[in-house]
């Protein structure tokens, strides 16, 4: 049995349209803000794949996710509590509320303990401007319908009308812009686990767009007029596949005529089947990590909770990765030209725990000094060293500069690298942080030795990674 719908969908009209061909162009055309100009993208996936992904994306390498919302409240197993309690009814979920809330406590009834009372958007700002990042996407609605701005088509489930009585978005939003040098972006899950319109069309299996035309598409046009984000990351397809989205219809429109046409970047979860193979960059799935560099941009998106992305007061440290698996992900990760998107999940009154706080700031700290080997780099023509584990490499060609990033520092001081081919008299290398030549020895058939300064661990330049500039090497 389902659980009972969420209070106050009012505005969610009982639409009976058909799957008409003409619906995307109609869509597109009816769109607010839509500015009197012929398109430039077609609402076709060969024509919205051909679009050129904004350069700044690819060189900023580094965003931060924040999984935010109703689900902070509970703060217990997972940011699908919801669905895991009354859906699945998984027996943790279920003794949960049972020993912690009286008998007939609804999930809606935990929007009002989502206050968001200690929410500083300045304060986050600075912490992501602090941790390197060039980029955030926050959580405007996940997958429980609950949005964190006043949307028209949420009567009574978001965050203005219940529970902050903020505009969450718009606050870090203006935060973001005012302190910060980084993009800003949304997230948004296309459908809602309990909503009923949605799952009338799903009864139906998607032959009726009831619940697309009258809440999800109003809202996403809502979100990029209002908010004018840079990044829109789509979520949760139910399944459904993307012409019972209309997200061709839709990207045509953002890509064409929406106040970010020119910046905007999106990914690749736009309906079912479109993963990995459709959108602006790909993400593939959930910590994807391929190992290997690939023909299309991607994304790794992961979170520092190694089993959930929202808050949990379960967590215990060891549910926590290290600065340095941070910094060997986020390596990996861009040698083979991607992207990591880490993820942290506040509180249900607006804190970043200190335990997310500490990474961000580590991060941040090891960027100053390696952002180099990171920032605005391409891939190498090889990603890691296949003799010494741990190495990976990244370039700028017009520099003729080649970073090898290792992660462990050898005990001998030498450094054996495989890959490079060095030329005596030209090829120069230094460690960053430190800046003085270092020796090294070119090897038969190929590679070289490379000769570490001697440094106490207080000289060290940083603590968990390290990378070398080398100049004209092959």
Known sequence: MRPQALPGLRRALPLRLPLLPLLPLLLLSLAPGAAPRAPRFDPTWESLDARPLPVWFDRAKFGIFIHWGVFSVPSFGSEWFWWYWQEKKIPMYVEFMKNNYPPNFKYEDF????????????????????????????TSKHHEGFTLWGSQYSWNWNAVDEGPKRDLVKELEVAIRKRTDLRFGLYYSLFEWFHPLFLKDESRSFQQQQFPVSKTLPELYELVNKYQPEILWSDGDGDAPDHYWNSTGFLAWLYNRSPVRNTVVTNDRWGYGTICKHGGYYTCSDRYNPGHLLPHKWENCMTIDKFSWGYRRDAGINDYLTIKELVKELVETVSCGGNLLM?????????????????????????????????????????????????WYTSKRKQKLVYAIFLEWPTSRHLFLSQPIATPGVTKIKLLGHGQPLNWTSLKPNGLLVELPHLTLHQMPCKWGWALALTNVI
């Open 343 to 391: 993820n942290i999940g506040p509180t249900h009154d607006g804190t970043i725990s200190v335990i997310f706080e500490e990474r961000l700031r580590q991060m941040g700290t090891w960027l100053k000094v390696n952002g180099e080997a990171i920032y605005e780099t391409h891939p190498w023509r090889s990603q890691s060293d296949d003799v010494t584990p741990n190495v």
């Open 111 to 138: 929007g009002p303990l989502f206050t968001a009372k200690f929410f500083n958007a300045s304060h986050w700002a600075d912490i992501f401007q602090a941790s390197g990042a060039k980029y955030i996407v926050l």
